[in-house]
């Protein structure tokens, strides 16, 4: 039983973490074109600490964590890290959020090392066009990346699809197609802004995935369905006929804070209790003041679980991302984690 609960009495189960800011993309919606400054080496949590903090999260009732980036396959040592994961008794579910483009020579290793499953981000369909948003992708590589986890079995595959109104918003229907042809899980997310300067024109680019679902429901019988995924933020359909699902992600338009039962860690070693509040606990300095010594090994626990709670006790009843939108307030998707 979590003994990580907020203010609101809300249970914390959930952690996402970021091992990287690096990427072999430069997606238009996450970083600019021009020089981006990545964190320093030496900032970045040392996997030894990740797995240090990972094990008082799950002492405190964390069961689900997620691996994210930055793109977290870029980063070497990544299939070991999972074996290390997998060792953490009573972690239920280890999953990674990753661009697909490095997938088809890692999935395999991947479930060997005791990896679940994988969400693999797709905004385009048109090779193109793919290479356009993501400034230089191949989308051939992901596709591939998408068979070889399907072969090695980290399931569900769910596909992470970001609408941008005028530039992808008409391969909807050929994302629904790819639900009645196979296995797949497609999540259409609402575009979300980071601060970056990478999306001029914002609100002109803007979609509520509300208005896609009502468009589609005139063409496709919807089914709802509930999942094993607890307090994720997606609301899930079946078409009839079909072998994947559909998702629908509504962090603007209809946000789902009230079920949120997660907490992010950095890649710098900030815990964020909220994905849309700049409020952080700086868990990695606090660790490396107290040292590494086997004499400090119960202070660097006792440290590592007052730190995770203060943050839990941090977290606001819900984001306000429409202020940040208004106000023009930054922060760094890619460093968070998203």
Not at 95 to 112: D, I, Q, R, V
Not at 157 to 171: C, R, S
Not at 235 to 258: R, V
């Amino acid at each position: 039983m979590s003994q990580l609960v907020d203010s609101f009495g809300r249970k914390i189960t959930y952690l996402r973490i970021s091992i990287t800011d690096r990427c072999n993309y430069r997606c238009i919606y996450c970083k600019p074109e021009e020089q981006f400054t990545f964190i320093p080496h030496e900032e970045i949590l040392r996997y030894e600490e990740i797995i240090e903090i990972i094990q008082e999260a799950v002492n405190l009732g964390i069961n689900k964590v997620r691996i994210t980036g930055g793109e977290p396959l870029v980063r070497k040592g990544v299939v070991d890290f999972i074996k290390q994961l997998r060792k953490i008794k009573k972690l239920e579910d280890i999953s990674l959020t990753t661009n697909g483009c490095f997938l088809a020579g890692y999935a395999e290793e991947l479930k060997a090392a005791g990896l679940n499953r994988v969400n693999i981000s797709l905004d385009s369909l048109q090779k193109n066009k793919y290479r356009k948003i993501t400034r230089g992708g191949n989308l051939e590589r992901v596709l591939k990346g998408i068979d070889s986890a399907l072969k090695a079995g980290l399931l569900p595959i769910k596909i992470n699809t970001v609408l941008i109104k005028g530039i992808n918003d008409d391969e909807v229907e050929d994302f629904i197609r790819l639900t009645l042809e196979r296995p797949l899980n497609i999540r259409f997310i609402e575009l979300m802004p980071s601060g970056e300067k990478v999306t001029d024109n914002y609100k002109g680019k803007f979609i509520s995935v509300l208005e896609i679902k009502e468009s589609l429901v005139k063409k496709y019988s919807f089914n709802p369905i509930n999942t094993s995924s607890g307090n994720g933020p997606a609301k899930y359909y079946e078409i009839e006929g079909g072998k994947g699902t559909i998702g629908f992600i509504t962090a603007l338009s209809q946000h789902f804070c009230q079920s949120c039962n997660r907490i992010r860690l950095t890649s710098d070693g900030k815990i964020r209790p909220c994905l849309f509040s700049n409020q952080e606990i700086d868990l990695k300095k606090a660790i490396r003041e107290v040292g590494y010594t086997k004499n400090n090994q119960i202070l660097r626990r006792i440290v590592i679980k007052e730190k995770i709670k203060m943050a839990v006790k941090l977290k606001p009843k819900g984001h306000k991302i429409k202020e940040w939108i208004s106000n023009k307030i930054s922060f760094k998707m890619s460093r968070i984690g998203g």
